[in-house]
C-alpha cells in the first residue's frame, strides 16, 4: 500500500471542499400550483441565462415535488 507508515496505517483521504446549490422558493399559502411551476421555471431561465420565455416544465419528479411543496423529511 502506498503511502502506508511503518505500522502499515493509512488514514483515509479527508475531503478539502464541497460544492453546493441551494434553491429557496418563498409561497403564500394562497399560491396555486400555475403560479409555484411558472416562478420556478423563471428562476430556471435566469439561472440559465436565457433570455426568452420557455413553457414551464412539468415533467419530472424534482419540478413537480417543488412546484406542490413538498419537501423531504
Request: zero cysteines.
Amino acid at each position: 500500500m502506498t503511502g502506508s507508515n511503518s505500522s502499515g496505517y493509512s488514514a483515509q483521504p479527508k475531503v478539502a471542499y464541497t460544492n453546493t446549490v441551494e434553491t429557496i422558493g418563498y409561497f403564500s399559502e394562497r399560491s396555486d400550483v400555475v403560479g409555484r411551476r411558472l416562478v420556478r421555471q423563471l428562476a430556471v431561465n435566469i439561472d440559465g441565462s436565457i433570455a426568452t420565455s420557455v413553457t414551464p416544465v412539468t415533467t419530472g419528479p424534482v419540478p413537480e415535488l417543488f412546484d406542490l411543496l413538498t419537501a423531504p423529511t
